[in-house]
Nanobody, 131 residues
């Protein structure tokens, strides 16, 4: 079964940057993210889980929630079997636990925005933006 592992979270000052990574564990056993659309979601205390960014299995299409457009960039590295979320110009309101999720998608140009579309989730990584 596909398992996802997020990393890269931490404490950063407003205006700073972090790069989150989402990797498939069990890569040596043959599990890859190649045929999976990936989504990044976040959940702040007392709030519902929110979609942040999504990318198709091919990497050819992606999108962002309006609040992070121009600041966050999603990308995927096939050789490393990893999807990244580069976060720049971070704001205190970006503070949350960030999760990556995977949805099997043979349609290479499609991404999914709803949490219910995803079958596999990572354990989350904490991002705290504070001075």
């Amino acid at each position: 079964q596909l398992q996802l592992v997020e990393s890269g979270g931490g404490l950063v000052q407003p205006g700073g940057s972090l790069r989150l990574s989402c990797a498939a564990s069990g890569f040596a056993s043959g599990f890859t993210l190649e045929n999976y659309a990936i989504g990044w979601f976040r959940q702040a205390p007392g709030k519902e889980r929110e979609g942040v960014s999504w990318i198709s299995s091919s990497g050819s299409v992606s999108n962002y929630v309006n609040s992070v457009k121009g600041r966050f960039t999603i990308s995927r590295d096939r050789a490393k079997n990893t999807v990244y979320l580069q976060m720049n110009s971070l704001k205190p309101e970006d503070t949350a636990v960030y999760y990556c999720a995977a949805a099997y998608s043979p349609i290479t140009y499609r991404y999914f925005t709803r949490p219910s579309d995803y079958n596999f989730w990572g354990q989350g990584t904490q991002v705290t933006v504070s001075s």
